[in-house]
């Protein structure tokens, strides 16, 4: 668990207070790379990240609502994708 991400770059676990947790790729103390983000609502995010922001493509689950898979383009749904709803529905 790092202790602060600070200019870190690697591979690496970040806690928030919030009880968020990051676990992925950093680049000069950024989630640059691939990785997973689970909020402390049970919603996760695996995926690629640039400069802190979801980027690229990514499969996004909400708690108790579904999953979008697609494109993300900083840290927002954008372009091409597919949200699958809890019931089957596309």
Known sequence: MLKSTWG????????????????GEYADGKKSGTGTY????????????????????????????????GYFNKGKRDGEGVFKYLNGYL
């Open 38 to 69: 689970t909020y402390s609502n049970g919603d996760k995010y695996v995926g690629g990240y640039v400069n802190d922001f979801k980027e690229g493509i990514g499969r996004m689950t909400y708690n108790e609502k579904g999953e979008y898979y």
């Open 8 to 23: 870190y770059s690697g591979q690496g676990q970040a806690a928030y207070p919030n009880g968020e947790i990051y676990e």
